[in-house]
């Protein structure tokens, strides 16, 4: 299994997104400072597994490497899960946090 280190970047934030009337998790990440004025570009990475497992914190490693590797913004999205959550609720998370 490939090991990927957990690597600092400059800002780690941890949000809520208001969704078809729930509110999700969320996890920015920042690799650098920036200027508003110079916006880095946002990658929004939804973490797979059927809609039934994985969480922010299961591809934390990964979204800090995207982010400084890619150097951009990284939205990692925490949608509702099933068998909980019933078809199409993670999608419907997923299309919401996007838009």
């Given at each position: ?6 690597r ?80 199409p609720?993670?999608a ?8």
């Amino acid at each position: 299994m490939l090991e990927i280190r957990r690597r600092k970047l400059f800002a780690v934030e941890d949000l809520r997104i208001e969704v078809c009337g729930a509110r999700i998790g969320a996890r920015l990440y920042t690799p650098r400072e920036h200027s508003w004025a110079e916006p880095l570009p946002l990658l929004v990475y939804y973490h797979g597994r059927g809609f039934t497992i994985g969480s922010l914190d299961s591809h934390d490693a990964v979204c800090r490497m995207l982010s400084e590797d890619g150097d951009c913004l990284v939205l990692s999205v925490d949608y509702r899960l099933a068998p909980e959550q019933k078809f199409p609720t993670a999608a419907e998370d997923a299309w919401g946090a996007l838009c």
